[in-house]
T-cell receptor, first 113, second 113 residues
Framework: AQSVTQLDSQVPVFEEAPVELRCNYS??????LFWYVQYPNQGLQLLLK??????LVKGINGFEAEFNKSQTSFHLRKPSVHISDTAEYFC???????????FGTGTRLTIIP | NAGVTQTPKFQVLKTGQSMTLQCAQD?????MYWYRQDPGMGLRLIYYSASEGTTDKGEVPNGYNVSRLNKREFSLRLESAAPSQTSVYFC????????????FGPGTRLLVL
């Protein structure tokens, strides 16, 4: 069975500072990895996804993530955050032969002016 | 192009009452999903439908039923609501395949007293 761990439930960051949101996954087979963002009182929308190829994936709004197979991680980064990045971020994984996504518990990113 | 729509946006029920949450998508997607979101638990899959005419249980199906009415619509029914079903419910849709992006509706906030 697959699982996703987001160890940080909340991350406060000063505006214009860099941020890293951590995600580790567990799976016995090959995986596809996703980051979704949920702005206040909205549904989720895709930030980026890793399917194959280059391990560095670029997404919307200046976010990027790096797939590290040996460490089973898919951490999300942004070099300089803005107030508008305030949201909850979810890492998710899907296994080979399984259309279902397994989500992590989410990380709430708070930007401090 | 409205994407994924959900009705109602808010609902208050008494224990034992029944209700149906409606979901529709206009993207001609084959797969549709129902999730619930609870604080600190991320999103958990209740039911999903890989194609019109098929449904399958997710992680937390107890107390719920679903109907894939046609390709566009996927409803979730609570036959006898319980306080433990107080949550935010999200519907999502995607093309068929585990690599595909899921598109989420705005959610239904349900309170069961």
């Amino acid at each position: 069975a697959q699982s996703v761990t987001q160890l940080d439930s909340q991350v406060p960051v000063f505006e214009e500072a860099p941020v890293e949101l951590r995600c580790n996954y567990s799976s016995s087979v090959s995986v596809y990895l996703f980051w979704y963002v949920q702005y206040p009182n909205q549904g989720l929308q895709l930030l980026l996804k890793y399917l194959s190829g280059s391990t560095l994936v670029k997404g919307i709004n200046g976010f990027e993530a790096e797939f590290n197979k040996s460490q089973t991680s898919f951490h999300l980064r942004k070099p300089s955050v803005h107030i508008s990045d305030t949201a909850e971020y979810f890492c998710a994984v899907s296994n080979f032969g399984n259309e279902k996504l397994t989500f992590g518990t989410g990380t709430r990113l708070t930007i401090i002016p | 192009n409205a994407g994924v729509t959900q009705t109602p946006k808010f609902q208050v029920l008494k224990t034992g009452q029944s209700m149906t949450l409606q979901c529709a998508q206009d993207m001609n997607h084959n797969s549709m999903y129902w999730y619930r979101q609870d604080p600190g638990m991320g999103l958990r899959l209740i039911y999903y439908s890989a194609s019109e005419g098929t449904t399958d249980k997710g992680e937390v199906p107890n107390g719920y039923n679903v109907s894939r009415l046609n390709k566009r619509e996927f409803s979730l029914r609570l036959e006898s609501a319980a306080p433990s079903q107080t949550s935010v419910y999200f519907c999502a849709s995607s093309e068929r395949g585990r690599q595909e992006t899921q598109y989420f509706g705005p959610g239904t906030r349900l309170l069961v007293l």
